[in-house]
């Protein structure tokens, strides 16, 4: 994959969807998330027609603050999955990115007090609007080891979300690929944010 990837998606539509490019302005995947449902369920394609589905995020139950979201490929292989830590995400963002039922890599919040201020700016009408626009949060994919693997920067927009990744260290595809569909379910948690 080309870095930086950006993740952009509209705010005022129904069901959210959100298109990744590379660092070449290339369509990497197109990612559709249908509305009212009680189990999430999130489909990827290949490209923003919707042609070919390469990847389906599912949660294992009906709306929980803790869910595994399951990744499969469009041959039904598993890829893992993604796991919001619950108390834990009170304070700040973290995830836990699985594989073969192990803990591989986590997503955290870079600083958890832009959470915290965001939160009580955030109910003050105008102030809030603002504060909206300029605390954006930052996550990290790490080891477990502590090794920085990538961030995800979100950028002030108005009107869409949008989200840098860069790649911080190298790593297998397979992780690369895994962390991408991780951090695209937890933009899809956390969007309210920022």
């Known amino acids: 994959m080309q870095y930086p990837i950006e993740l952009r998606f509209k705010l005022l539509t129904f069901g ?82 699985m594989q073969d039922n192990a803990v591989d890599m986590t997503i955290s919040e870079e600083s958890p007090m832009k959470k915290v201020l965001e939160s009580i700016l955030g109910e003050i009408p105008v102030i809030g609007f603002v504060a909206a626009l300029l605390l954006n949060p930052s996550y990290i994919v790490r080891r477990p080891d502590g090794t920085e693997l990538l961030r995800l920067t979100k950028k002030p927009a108005v009107f869409e979300g949008k989200f840098i990744l860069e790649k911080l260290n190298e790593m297998p595809e397979d992780d690369e690929l895994r962390s991408l569909l991780a951090l695209i379910m937890m933009v899809l948690l956390e969007r309210g944010r920022g």
């Open 16 to 97: 959210q969807r959100i298109t990744a490019t590379d660092g070449s302005g290339n369509v990497l995947m197109f990612i559709k998330q249908k509305m009212f449902k009680l189990k999430e369920k999130v489909q990827i394609y290949s490209d923003e027609n919707q042609s070919r589905e390469i990847f389906q995020i599912a949660s294992d139950r009906v709306i929980d603050f803790s869910a595994n979201y399951h990744f499969t490929d469009a041959q039904g292989n598993d890829w893992g999955a993604v796991r919001r830590k619950g108390m834990r995400s009170l304070w700040s963002a973290h995830y836990d990115i």
